[in-house]
């Protein structure tokens, strides 16, 4: 689905494009995307002189869920010694947390296509449980119990 857009950047940026096909939910559930995208990643890391790649020019991207997974493989290669450091990440609408879908984007945007506030819910309990029966709790914010919101609340709220 994104092949024609890896094509524009690449050319436009004089850059090597690498798409991952991860396998998608519900049929895989989390981690399986992030496994594929994590050791893709870490394998292109391995033989960048193979791509002719500048170590220090490697950077990951990835929109809505993809955008989730480039952070995910960011945090987690962070720490990595062994491997060249990436050099930036570009998250376009990422997916990155789940505690409030009813923040002020959430609200703001609710209605939105392509992804209403409804159907970001629904993907994202695709991707994490592979069902949807929670969805109305979730929409609610009752998902949560009181202690995490406590704990959370600092980072994740409407101000």
């Known amino acids: ?6 094509q524009y950047i690449a050319k436009e940026s004089n850059s090597l494009v690498v798409s991952v096909g991860y396998r998608l939910a519900p049929e895989h559930k989390y981690p399986a995307a992030y496994e594929d995208c994590l ?18 020019r490697v950077t990951v991207c990835g929109d809505s869920a993809g955008g989730n997974l480039a952070a995910a493989v960011s945090q987690t290669l962070a720490g990595r010694s062994d491997l060249p450091r990436l050099r930036a ?21 609710r209605g939105v296509p392509l992804l209403f ?15 949807t029966s929670n969805l109305e709790e979730i929409l609610e914010g ?18």
Request: net charge negative.
């Open 1 to 6: 689905s994104h092949e024609r857009v890896c």
């Open 39 to 56: 050791s893709a990643t870490q394998h292109f890391l391995q033989h960048l002189q193979h791509y002719a790649v500048d170590p220090a």
């Open 89 to 109: 990440q570009i998250l376009i609408y990422p997916g990155l947390q789940a505690l409030d879908f009813n923040l002020p984007s959430y609200q703001q945007n």
């Open 117 to 131: 506030q409804e159907r970001a819910v629904f993907y994202s309990l695709q991707y994490v449980q592979g069902d």
């Open 142 to 159: 009752s998902h949560i119990p009181p202690d995490m919101w406590l704990k959370y609340r600092k980072w994740v709220n409407p101000d």
